[in-house]
């Protein structure tokens, strides 16, 4: 193994590297885009049911902490404008091969889990027009056919990317437009906006909102790896980076606001396709039959996106590593041809099946359990570790690489992001106990990895990488 599993940039000046081409707006839009990919499509029925009426305060305070956490990432980015984001952070902050490695198979496990979670979200709104098809079977092959596309060598231009962000935005803006009209038409009822469901005091209510809808808020740390390409990013960077996350909140909230006040709270919750539920009422003029179908391959669209990308990073972190010896070596193999790295690719579709077969049986167990809930907690448990390490991370670093036009975080709202991720994580563990057996397996995978690599390293012995790159 080298000594981390993260490189630094080989030699070469700086005049070397990529162009800086992006200015503040387009990378505002990309933050933007990032963020506002299918969590709230797939989860916003699972808050709902959490909180009650009130669950747009979860979200309000997860793009709270988000934003904090953003900060961090900003004042990092702008300090270290190199891929790899939090296992490079976390490298530099800590030196620790072991952490380094940690945080990578971290990464790499929550990407795995969100991955299944969409997977499991695109089968039930493709539910509403093919319901004959077993779920299972529509994730399966779900999963296969974006990997396919990987293979092949799909090319996500910047309008690719930008079409199918304005579908998504188009979707969460016909429900902003039917809330509107419920509340123009008089019917709206506000009171429901601070009703909760939960007995005792609120704040647990809130809390418990806050562990799934941080899940949507997740993606803007994807930024960091265009800080190297951006104009003069010790300013641009981090008034985009929040500024993206930001519009992303605003829009979340008021997504469920106009939720709430035309759907009852409990349609909401017991629903499979929750945002459905709001085309369903019949505000809109038209069929409702043809608007649910609209609205049904609207919400695919964006949850293909998200699970594109998803698909993306699981074999480019595994193809890295490879070449860092920290995995086995064929991960790294690319097919000469399609210049993919088809056995990193095949080996993670292999892994989110697993999930779902898992997570399919284990629910015909327990009736009770919910593949996307739970999947959503163990990528949420897995981010809100790596958070907390990149803002103690942005903490230790201070006084090193900075310049004059360096920018700087807030302090305190560091040490108050620490604390808020802290206490999710506390309490996503203590409340869902059974998601730490899935991080568990997760973190086995990793762990079973590098012995692999570590066995079969001797016999290999010291040759060149198998790919030369993706």
């Given at each position: ?33 990032d ?5 709230i499509?797939?989860?916003i029925?699972?808050?709902a ?9 979860a979200f309000?305070?997860g793009?709270t ?7 961090a990432y ?5 300090k ?41 979200g695109f089968?039930?709104?493709?539910g509403?027009l093919v319901?004959?098809v077993?779920?299972?079977?529509v ?18 231009s ?18 902003m ?13 506000f009171?429901v ?10 704040i ?7 562990a799934l809808?941080?899940?949507?808020m ?12 951006t ?8 008034r ?9 909140g ?7 606001m106009s ?6 709270v409990?349609?909401?919750?017991d629903?499979?396709?929750?945002l459905?539920?709001?085309?369903r ?6 069929s409702?039959?043809?608007?649910l ?26 193809y ?9 070596r064929?991960f ?10 088809y056995?990193?690719?095949v080996?993670a ?14 629910s015909r ?8 809930g739970?999947?959503a ?7 809100l ?13 201070r006084?090193?690489g900075e310049?004059a036009?360096s920018?700087r975080?807030?302090?305190v ?30 973190l ?14 001797g016999?290999?012995g ?9």
């Open positions: 193994m080298s000594s981390t599993a993260v490189t630094e940039p080989a030699g070469g000046s700086r005049g070397e590297g990529l162009t800086r081409s992006i200015t503040g707006r387009l990378l505002f839009f990309y933050v933007l885009g963020v506002l990919g299918s969590g499509y797939v989860l029925g699972l808050v049911g959490a909180v009650g009426g009130a669950f747009w305060i309000a305070a793009v902490l988000a934003t904090i956490t953003g900060l900003a004042e990092l980015a702008t270290y404008p190199q891929a790899a984001g939090a296992s490079l952070y976390v490298n530099k902050a800590f030196r620790s091969p072991v952490l380094t490695f940690l945080i990578t198979i971290c990464s790499l496990s929550a990407v795995f889990a969100a991955s299944g979670s969409l997977a499991t089968a039930r709104y493709f509403e319901p004959v077993p779920a299972l079977v994730t399966l092959v779900f999963i296969g056919v974006l990997t396919i596309i990987n293979f092949v060598g799909i090319t996500e910047v309008v690719v990317n930008m079409v199918m962000t304005f579908v998504e935005i188009f979707g969460l803006v016909v429900v437009v039917i809330g509107i009209i419920v509340v123009v038409r008089g019917d709206a009822d009171g906006l601070t009703s909760f469901t939960a007995e005792g005091n609120p647990f209510a809130i809390v418990a909102g806050v809808a941080f899940f949507a997740t993606g803007f740390e994807n930024a960091a790896n265009v800080a190297e390409e104009i003069n990013p010790s300013k641009t960077f981090p985009a980076l929040i500024g993206g996350m930001a519009a992303a605003v829009i979340y909230v008021l997504v469920a939720a709430a006040l035309t759907v009852p409990g349609t909401l919750a629903a499979d396709a929750a459905l539920e709001v085309v009422a019949d505000v809109l003029p038209g409702v039959d043809v608007m179908k609209v609205f049904a391959v609207i919400a695919m669209i964006a949850i293909t996106n998200t699970t594109l990308v998803s698909i993306v990073t699981q074999s480019r972190i595994l890295g590593m490879a070449q860092e010896d920290v995995v086995p064929p790294a193999k690319i097919h000469q041809a399609r210049r993919s790295p056995v990193a690719l080996f579709a292999c892994v989110v099946a697993a999930l779902l077969v898992i997570g399919e049986l284990l167990v327990d009736s009770s359990l919910d593949i996307v739970r999947l907690t163990v990528t949420v448990v897995f981010l570790f790596i958070y907390a390490l990149v803002i103690i991370s942005a903490l230790k670093l006084g090193e310049t036009d920018y975080a807030n302090t709202l560091l040490y108050l992001g620490i604390l808020g991720n802290v206490v999710l994580l506390a309490y996503v563990v203590i409340d869902d106990p059974r998601s730490l057996f899935w991080v568990a397996g997760l086995a995978l990793g762990v079973a990895l590098y012995l692999a690599q570590r066995l079969t390293a016999r290999r010291t040759g060149a990488p198998t790919g030369e790159g993706v």
